[in-house]
């Protein structure tokens, strides 16, 4: 562990490199979500829909979304979203598909 600085320009420096290692990570992270994401939606679309319902309308759904949103500040807020329509089949399908990324 370093020893605490006084400098403020040594301050600065470092907490620029710590920014730079936290947004690399979150980068890594978002990118590592949205590429399992595609991995289970390339499964889910590989489903019979006759197999586990005779009525399938464009209501029913999930969407995820992974990224980053710009509100009224110049800061990123990072994370994922997930949205249900419809029935209560679908949450339960999100919280199995949830499970398996734990």
């Not at 040594?10 to 979150?26: C, W």
């Not at 209501?59 to 209560?88: D, E, N, P, Q, W």
């Amino acid at each position: 562990m370093q020893e605490p600085t006084t400098n403020p320009l040594v301050f600065e420096e470092n907490l620029k490199n710590l920014e730079l290692q936290f947004d690399h990570s979150q980068n890594n992270i978002l990118s590592s979500l949205s590429s399992q994401i595609a991995e289970i939606s390339n499964s889910l679309n590989a489903l019979d829909p006759t197999s586990y319902s005779k009525n399938i309308s464009s209501m029913y759904g999930v969407g995820l979304s992974v990224g980053y949103k710009h509100f009224f500040t110049k800061k990123k807020i990072k994370g994922f979203a997930i949205t249900c329509f419809m029935t209560m089949a679908i949450v339960i399908l999100v919280l199995w598909v949830m499970a398996l990324l734990v």
